[in-house]
């Protein structure tokens, strides 16, 4: 007998959930239970990315034999950066939750990360340093603006769950 894999309105309509089941479950105990609450190692390690990250750019900026107005634009870039990625985080996990983002805000944020990115790039490829140092500055950059997201989605959960608790 060949059976369709979808049904009708009418085959929906006739399948009956037996009310004692549901009764019978029982919601968690904490919000926790459910594995939603980052964990104090993802918390930390995350802080310590960003701080590493961070920290290690402007060592190697002040390290650097770099001008002082390229040196202020590599630190406006990071900080540039890093709040481009916060407010891209911010707005993606906003529409994931139904809570209303403009159009213009969210491309915006997008368009930003994008040029701070970029901006990095094409600083780095033009710059008077060694390709060591242009790949350290790069993975410090990388480094700082991925754990900034991580940092950022772990206080907004914990933020989220202990209200609920």
């Known amino acids: 007998m ?3 894999v979808f049904m009708t309105e009418e085959q929906n309509e006739d399948i009956i959930v037996p009310s004692k089941k549901i009764k019978e479950m029982k919601p968690k105990e904490k919000w926790n239970d459910l ?6 190692t993802f918390v930390g390690v995350a802080w310590i990315c960003l701080g590493v990250g961070l920290i290690s750019y402007c060592i190697g900026l002040w390290n650097s034999t ?3 107005s390229e040196k202020g634009f590599y ?5 540039f950066g890093l709040f481009s990625v916060i407010s891209v985080q911010k707005c993606v996990r906003d529409r994931v939750e139904g809570i209303e983002v403009t159009d213009i805000y969210y491309g915006i944020s997008w368009f930003t990360t994008i040029c701070s990115v970029a901006l990095l790039l094409i600083g780095l490829r033009n710059a008077d340093i060694s390709l060591s140092e242009k790949g350290f500055f790069g993975m410090c950059y990388i480094l700082a603006n991925f754990a900034a997201v ?3 989605k772990n206080t907004r959960d ?3 769950l202990s209200k609920m608790d």
């Open 2 to 4: 060949k059976q369709d």
């Open 35 to 40: 594995g939603l609450k980052p964990t104090a």
């Open 66 to 68: 770099m001008l002082l």
């Open 75 to 79: 630190f406006t870039l990071i900080l």
């Open 150 to 152: 991580a940092v950022q």
């Open 158 to 160: 914990t933020k989220l």
